[in-house]
Structures are given as structure tokens and as C-alpha cells.
């Protein structure tokens, strides 16, 4: 397997099931996500993205249904699997007295394929001294260490499970900038989960919004802009695609409707589409 981005989905599930005991925290989930730029797995905590990722890196095993990351069952195939794709948990997985150097070196070690001069020289744009010990560093910089080493495995998808939940903004931004100039090089796809729905719009280039382990929305980032408009509580609906409503600012109340019509409202962001997904996924719960 190359390193470069497959022209095939990167990834795919039927049917896709995952249950604790009494908790279903991901329900007959069929998805496609095609390969090339940076996908943002969106939804609230519950919503069953992270037991999404850690399907696809082989931590947990479906209880029913398919999977398969580049063409690969991790639950059959871990190793292949993981030789796939690299993956940058919520809390970075380093050792805090290691400095940051023999963290790469032990990379290396275990993965003979690994890029340690492409992860070295990403941390020194950062400004990330390889003599640092991983503990004397800030959660940003620690992050941006967990997402040099993703990419140095030259892997084709990148899982980036939640990796801005703990950053303050401008940490985030950093760290958007390194994953975005890496997807858009083309030779790497990546999926993004996320609660910063603001943030994430500036970088992504499609949406998987999930909701109590289901679906509640998908599409290109640009098509969720163009076909969804914005109106105020109040505004005639006769005849319009109403998605659902949600509270606006101080004590408005937004529609959000399916439309092309700019005649209509106002153009939603991106934060206003997935809010009004969300609240329709609420309806049906």
C-alpha cells in the first residue's frame, strides 16, 4: 500500500452496530466517505463518534454489521488496517519524561516504514524543539507532536479523534493549519471529529453529523451552504422544506429549511446547518 491517497473510499460501513449491553452507541450507521480532503465527524458527546474511530483502528469490534477502512476489515485485518492509517487520539498518547526525539526514534522503531525526517521537520516549522521533554510542553504543542508522528507514517487516512477539545483557540487554529495543508497535498485523507463547529468550516470539505449513533446528516460542505437557508420564528413556511427549529441569539428562534431560493431568509453557516440537524435528531429520538 502506497502512501498517497486511494482513489476508493477510505471508508465505508453497513448496517455498522455497536452495543454496550443495554447502550447502542452506534446504530445500523451506513456511510461512504470518499478519499481527498478533510471530513468532520460532528455531533454531540453520545453521538458515537469516537466508538466510530475506534471501530476503525480495531479498539472495539462491531456487534453487528460491516467496515471496512481502505478496502480493509480491521476487525479481521488489524494489521493491515492499522498499516493504513494513522491515528491521533483526544488525549496524546506520550510519554511525559521522553523527550520528544526518542518519541520519534521509538516510532521508527516499531514502524520501519516511518517518516522521521518528514515528523521532525513539521515540528521544527512549529518551533517544537525534538530536545523537549513531551511534559515541559503546553496541550497544543503536545497535539501538534501526536498529529507530526500521524502524518510521519505516510499513512493515506489520518483519524484525528477530538484533537481540539482540549486546545485554547489559537492552538486550535495552529493545528487546523498543519492538518489542512496536509490534506490539501493530496496524499492523505482525513477524518476530523469535533465538537468546534466553527472552526472546523474553514478546513473541511464534507459533513458526517451523528446523533444517538445514527446519521442525521451528510454531504459537501459546500452543499450544505447552498441549500439550506435561514428564517426568523415567524416567517411564512407554507410550502418550504422545514428541517427544524433552534434558539438564535437572545430570544430569536431560527428555522432552518432546505432551500436554493436566495429570495428566501438568509444564507445559514455551516454551525447553523449541523445545530439544526442536531435539533431535528432530538425531534425523533
Known amino acids: 500500500m502506497s502512501g498517497t491517497a486511494s482513489d476508493g473510499p477510505v471508508l465505508e ?15 445500523d450507521l451506513t456511510v461512504t466517505i470518499p478519499a481527498g480532503g478533510i471530513t468532520a465527524l460532528l455531533g454531540p458527546n453520545g453521538a458515537g463518534k469516537s466508538t466510530l474511530l475506534k471501530m476503525c483502528v480495531g479498539f472495539e469490534r462491531p456487534t453487528k454489521g460491516g467496515l471496512r477502512v481502505l478496502g480493509v476489515d480491521p ?28 518519541h520519534l526514534r521509538l516510532c521508527l522503531a516499531l514502524r ?11 515540528l521544527v516549522a512549529l518551533g517544537i524543539s525534538p530536545a523537549s521533554r ?14 507530526a508522528i ?15 477539545a482540549s486546545l485554547d483557540p489559537l492552538a ?8 489542512s495543508d496536509a490534506a490539501k497535498g ?15 468550516e474553514s478546513v473541511a470539505d464534507r459533513l458526517l453529523v451523528l446523533g444517538d449513533g445514527r446519521v442525521l446528516f451528510q454531504d459537501t460542505v459546500a452543499s450544505s451552504l447552498g441549500n439550506h437557508r435561514i428564517l426568523e420564528d415567524g416567517a411564512p413556511v407554507v410550502g418550504l422544506d422545514v428541517v427544524a427549529g433552534f434558539p438564535g441569539q437572545g430570544n430569536a428562534r431560527h428555522l432552518l429549511v432546505r432551500s436554493t431560493d436566495q429570495s428566501i431568509g438568509r444564507r445559514s453557516s455551516l454551525e447553523e446547518v ?12
Open 112 to 122: 520501519p516504514t516511518f517518516d522521521i525526517a518528514h515528523a521532525r521537520e513539521r
Open 75 to 102: 476487525a479481521r485485518r488489524r494489521g493491515d488496517a492499522l498499516h493504513r492509517l494513522g491515528y491521533v487520539p483526544q488525549a496524546p498518547a506520550l510519554y511525559r519524561d521522553m523527550p520528544v526525539e526518542d
Open 186 to 200: 493530496g496524499d492523505v485523507s482525513i477524518v476530523l471529529s469535533s465538537h468546534v463547529i466553527s472552526e472546523i
Open 172 to 179: 486550535r487554529r495552529e493545528f487546523l493549519g498543519v492538518a
Open 13 to 27: 460501513t453497513h448496517s455498522l452496530t455497536k452495543r454496550y449491553r443495554r447502550t447502542v452507541a452506534v446504530s
Open 150 to 164: 500521524a502524518l510521519g507514517t505516510r499513512a493515506p487516512l489520518l483519524l484525528l479523534d477530538e484533537p481540539l
Open 134 to 147: 513531551a511534559g515541559q510542553l503546553s496541550g497544543g504543542e503536545q497535539a501538534q507532536i501526536s498529529l
Open 274 to 285: 449541523v445545530i439544526g440537524y442536531l435539533a431535528l435528531g432530538r425531534q425523533a429520538a
